[in-house]
């Protein structure tokens, strides 16, 4: 079975336990860019869905920034209270992840209008993201297509 769910006993509660293998894939990226300014793990995930959501589901990046709250809590009820259950924590963050994202969410981020209820969220996430150097298209076109960022970006082989 796939998928973060799993980690919750109730979906696998007619496996034995010696049969199964939990894996906790998550992108934990807390960075202190000084002592005043800190990009959380949270942070860099929303800026994943925000870039992933858009090119995939043609969400905009405002709708997803509203619907954050609710996923949030989603997280906090039915997958953070089973991450313990896991045999295996997977690191998914990756050292050029920031710049890379930087890429395709500041455009994004740029379109929500001052008006827009999900205006002072993007004018959080736009004033850290001035602190890193995005990666350029000839950059991101090294990023293998068997990268686990190709799931955001798109150009993945799996």
């Known amino acids: 079975m796939e998928g973060i769910h799993a980690l919750n006993p109730e979906m696998t509660s007619a496996v034995d336990d010696s049969k199964i293998f939990r894996v906790y894939a998550s992108?934990?990226?807390?960075?202190?860019?000084?002592?005043?300014?800190?990009?959380?793990?949270?942070d860099n995930r929303l800026l994943r869905r925000i870039v992933r959501d858009n090119r995939v589901r043609g969400i905009r990046p405002e709708d997803t920034i509203l619907r954050w709250p609710s996923v949030r809590r989603g997280e906090s009820k039915n997958i953070f209270p089973f991450q313990e259950n896991a045999d295996v924590?997977?690191?998914?963050?990756?050292?050029?992840?920031?710049?890379?994202?930087?890429?395709?969410?500041?455009?994004?981020?740029?379109?929500?209008?001052?008006?827009?209820?999900?205006?002072?969220?993007?004018f959080r996430l736009l004033k850290f993201l001035s602190?890193?150097?995005?990666?350029?298209?000839?950059?991101?076109?090294?990023?293998p297509p068997t990268s686990i960022m190709r799931e955001f970006i798109g150009g993945q082989t799996l």
Do not use: C, H, Q, W
């Not at 992108?27 to 949270?42: F, G, K, R, V």
């Not at 994202?101 to 002072?120: D, T």
């Not at 602190?131 to 990023?143: Q, S």
């Open 27 to 42: 992108a934990l990226t807390s960075l202190n860019i000084d002592e005043n300014n800190n990009i959380a793990t949270s």
């Open 89 to 122: 924590f997977f690191n998914s963050a990756l050292i050029f992840e920031l710049p890379m994202l930087k890429y395709y969410a500041e455009p994004l981020l740029r379109r929500i209008s001052p008006n827009s209820p999900a205006y002072s969220e993007a």
């Open 131 to 143: 602190y890193i150097v995005p990666l350029t298209p000839e950059e991101i076109a090294t990023i």
